[in-house]
């Protein structure tokens, strides 16, 4: 795959029109279902089509949606491109991510990149449902080693996080039974966690059951909508805001619908935990299970172990100068920089294979659900630690615009630098 596209600059025959704007769409929408956010498809969109000598040709883009205008042809052209599939795998988003960057450097033609694409999209996992159901375990150990190191608990992320594994796997491919998923899911883990668990360990049921449901939390929807708010992208931040507290919220109906048939209670002044030794623990874990579990590319894992140590550590370290709530904006812009030195060497992936896994230590999805879970049956408490959620969440997305605006422009200094480095060598 990695050599599909390795052919000359394509003739002016085979760059037509609606190829152009065909594959803008396409690579669009295959944006989209990675993850990013509105605005930074809008840009590399622009990027794409200026290489092809098209600058006029204009992208608007939504959540679920891209449009292409073509002003300069006749009679104007404009075509729609939804993107409402299943999101990419980690290896799928690389793959992506490459063909860009490819698609930029050597300008291909047009439908050799749609075809290359039409691979990517059709491309089968390398690893099966037990590779990627034991993902999920090591990811709920490690998301729980962070988020509440207690030792009695670790079991419980342990088995929570394989039974959900199974029903993400096999639940996710009927299409009715998706849409209750989280809801369900939710219920019969706080249920378990709330009627049984909890009163042996003394310990909080809704943080026992966050680890294990964090391929529900929307913590990643709810980063994209502040950072597209912050850029200006009032609909699509707004939309996807609405669709991710709508997630948030479908969980937390689980959440209380247990607990009011269990009779069990959220505690607040939960078990004590272990060290902080605990969270470094966590974060090779969840490495690892980010690896499995989303099918990461091939050689990957230090890259996603580094970016995720540099996240949690300049989120810890900041933490004590600013305040927990803003240190995701440190973080952010620290994490940002790091990627943006590791996709400069050869054996990194794809830098958007390395920020997808870094914003799950950075965005608090699991706490603003745990803090719904609260506010539903507590009210105070957890209106508190929503209020905390909002504001970290905005922090974070305040550090990532400023961090990616920095790395662009310190690039462009970098370029110019050495330009005049050249013209001064040449002259000499």
Known sequence: MAGALAVPAPTTARVTVASLTEMLGGLGAALLQSARATSAVERILHDVAASYGREDIRSYVLPTLVLVEDAGSAPERTTLHASTGRPLRLDQTGAVEQLITRAIETRPAPVDVLAELSRIRASRPRFGSAVRIAGHTLLSLGFGMVLDPVAAAIPVYLIFGLLVGVIVEFGSRVRTLALLLPTVTAFGMTAVAGGLVAPMIDEDPVRLVAPALVSFIPGLTMTLAAVELTSAQVVAGASRLVYGAAQLGL?????????????????????????????????PLTAAGYLLFSVAPRKSFVWILAALVIAYGAQQLSGALVGAEFSGFVGAIVVIFAVSLFRRMRSAPPSSVMLTCAYWLLVPGALGFVGLGTAAERGGHGAVVLGEFVVSLLAIAIGMVVGAGLTSDAAVAAEAWRDAGADVATND
């Open 251 to 283: 969980l937390a109906f689980g959440v209380y619908a247990a607990l009011t048939m269990t009779g069990a209670h959220p505690i607040i002044h939960s078990s004590p935990q272990l060290g902080r030794w605990a969270a470094w623990v966590g974060i």
